[in-house]
């Protein structure tokens, strides 16, 4: 069973840069590819963007494109999401999840557990 655990999250000003850690444990986590994944309060959870397990593709939702940058260190079972220039839309409790599409970001039908997630809070 793959487990995930995010952190880094935090209160930043417009502008400001946050980096999130996703630490995995269990399942072999250099098979898997990764999505981060945001929700906001009262909306729907949103795809932010993807990895595959090798680090050397990464799609993102066009609203980070530019901003936003995923990459993994699978010699720490880690996945990481650099957040510059951040904005207040951007805050949200953000999440790590595998990812069975990259370009979709759709999330396999087994991963039901999904973790705790970290708050970012970006003020105007």
């Known amino acids: 069973q793959l487990q995930l655990e995010e952190s880094g999250g935090g209160l930043v000003q417009a502008g400001g840069s946050l980096r999130l850690s996703c630490a995995a444990s269990?399942?072999?986590?250099?098979?898997?590819?990764m999505a981060w994944f945001r929700q906001a309060p009262g909306k729907e959870r949103e795809s932010v963007g993807s990895i595959d397990w090798s680090g050397t593709r990464t799609y993102y939702t066009d609203s980070v494109k530019g901003r936003f940058t995923i990459s993994r260190d699978n010699a720490k079972n880690t996945v990481y999401l650099q957040m510059n220039s951040l904005k207040p839309e951007d805050t949200a409790v953000y999440y790590c999840?595998?990812?069975?599409?990259?370009?979709?970001?759709?999330?396999?039908?087994?991963?039901?557990?999904w973790g705790q997630g970290t708050q970012v809070t970006v003020s105007s």
């Open positions: 269990g399942r072999a986590f250099s098979n898997y590819n």
């Open positions: 999840a595998p990812c069975s599409q990259l370009v979709t970001m759709s999330v396999p039908t087994w991963y039901v557990n």
